[in-house]
């Protein structure tokens, strides 16, 4: 059974720091992406960041982009979310997905959720 756990999330203040973690149990994702959405109340699910299997490529939202850093660690099965600056419009509950072979934006490209871990940015 593939199980996907995110951690991490919590509240901060704008300006503030957050480092998610998605842990991988029941398969090995070593050679697929990995990404990262977000949902906020009331709003689709969006596309936050997703790395390549081996951690060498990435692509991010530009609402994220030069904030947020993508990592992995294939060793541990788990990938990272750091978010650095973070907005009150980064406020959202935060889901890693397993990817495709090659990096993807769209969420229908993804399999496997973990069940979100919530990010609460206060101005």
């Known amino acids: 059974q593939v199980q996907l756990v995110e951690s991490g999330g919590g509240s901060v203040q704008a300006g503030g720091s957050l480092r998610l973690s998605c842990a991988a149990s029941?398969?090995?994702?070593?050679?697929?992406?990995m990404g990262w959405f977000r949902q906020a109340p009331g709003k689709e699910r969006e596309f936050v960041a997703t790395?390549?299997?081996?951690?060498?490529?990435?692509y991010y939202a530009d609402s994220v982009k030069g904030r947020f850093t993508i990592s992995r660690d294939n060793a541990k099965n788990t990938v990272y979310l750091q978010m650095n600056s973070l907005k009150p419009e980064d406020t959202a509950v935060y889901y890693c997905?397993?990817?495709?072979?090659?990096?993807?934006?769209?969420?229908?490209?993804?399999?496997?959720w973990g069940q979100g871990t919530q990010v609460t940015v206060s101005s």
């Open positions: 997905a397993v990817g495709p072979l090659n990096l993807s934006s769209k969420k229908e490209d993804y399999n496997y």
């Open positions: 029941g398969r090995t994702f070593s050679r697929y992406s």
């Open positions: 790395i390549s299997w081996s951690g060498g490529n990435t």
